[in-house]
């Protein structure tokens, strides 16, 4: 899949990333339930690797 963003855009995806991010490692500590834990273990992971393709979205966008 190939997704064509302004820098602006990126950022703010970036930005809404990180708060997610943040909000899910606390959520992963606070919960006590194995599988749902595991759940939000892998969400984390996805989304870490969309902000880590974006990483790099600054330099690319014209």
């Given at each position: 899949?190939?997704?064509?963003?302004?820098?602006?855009e990126a950022t703010e995806l970036r930005d809404l990333l990180?708060?997610?991010l943040g909000d899910l490692s606390s959520e992963i500590a606070d919960t006590d339930n194995p599988?749902?834990?595991?759940?939000?273990?892998?969400r984390?992971?996805?989304?870490?690797s969309v902000r880590d393709k974006l990483?790099?979205?600054g330099q690319a966008v014209r």
């Open positions: 899949m190939e997704l064509t963003v302004t820098e602006a990180d708060g997610s599988s749902y834990r595991l759940t939000l273990k892998e984390r992971d996805h989304l870490r990483a790099g979205v």
